[in-house]
Nanobody
Framework: QVQLVESGGGLVQAGGSLRLSCAAS????????MGWFRQAPGKEREFVGA????????YYADSVKGRFTISRDYAKNTVYLQMNSLKPEDTAVYYC?????????????????WGKGTLVTVSA
């Protein structure tokens, strides 16, 4: 079983920054991408961004492009989401995910493994 554990969520004022971390552990699988999704109250889960594990190609949703940055630490099996210029509409539970594919056309709709999520609240 693959475990993904998120950390770093919390309360921040609009315009502020937060960095989320996601540590992967458990059985080895061919992890080709990791990413972040979010779900706001009353809304469907949406893609935030992803990174291909070996090459480090990044993808972002239009809503966060230029404000959020995904990176990974190969040695620590950890992926990060640096969130700057946060807006109240960024308030959501953020989920880390991992997948055996690096196909953007597939991973933007969901991944095979999920963390339990961490809450980010942005106050106006």
């Amino acid at each position: 079983q693959v475990q993904l554990v998120e950390s770093g969520g919390g309360l921040v004022q609009a315009g502020g920054s937060l960095r989320l971390s996601c540590a992967a552990s458990g059985r080895t699988f061919r992890r080709n991408s990791m990413g972040w999704f979010r779900q706001a109250p009353g809304k469907e889960r949406e893609f935030v961004g992803a990174i291909t594990w070996s090459v480090g190609i990044t993808y972002y949703a239009d809503s966060v492009k230029g404000r959020f940055t995904i990176s990974r630490d190969y040695a620590k099996n950890t992926v990060y989401l640096q969130m700057n210029s946060l807006k109240p509409e960024d308030t959501a539970v953020y989920y880390c995910a991992a997948d055996g594919s690096s196909d953007y056309g597939r991973i933007r709709y969901g991944m095979d493994y999920w963390g339990k999520g961490t809450l980010v609240t942005v106050s106006a």
